[in-house]
Nanobody, 124 residues
């Protein structure tokens, strides 16, 4: 069983930056790909970015490409989502997730464990 604890959300002005962290318990973090998703009010959960177990491969949604960076530190069992040039439309609850595979996926259904979510609000 893997538990994920997210932190780093908050209120920021448009154009600002935030870094979300996702701390994982368990011994399998270094073998698990990680994904970040978000859900805005009244909308479905959507893919944001993902990283392979080694950290060597990443993928991003077009809406965040060039502004967000996914990374991980396997020595700390922690993943990160660095968000820059934030826009009001980035406002959402952000979730991290890991899957029982080292290969990342863009599909939420591929992930086995989820964090509790952290609110990010970008004011205009």
């Amino acid at each position: 069983q893997v538990q994920l604890v997210e932190s780093g959300g908050g209120l920021v002005q448009a154009g600002g930056s935030l870094r979300l962290s996702c701390a994982a318990s368990g011994r399998t973090f270094s073998l698990s790909a990680m994904g970040w998703f978000r859900q805005a009010p009244g909308k479905e959960r959507e893919f944001v970015g993902s990283v392979s177990s080694s950290g060597g491969s990443t993928s991003y949604a077009d809406s965040v490409k060039g502004r967000f960076t996914v990374s991980r530190d396997n020595t700390k069992s922690t993943g990160y989502l660095q968000m820059s040039s934030l826009k009001p439309e980035d406002t959402a609850v952000y979730y991290c997730a890991v899957r029982k595979s080292g290969v990342y996926s863009l599909s939420a259904d591929a992930y086995n464990y989820w964090g509790q979510g952290t609110q990010v609000t970008v004011s205009s």
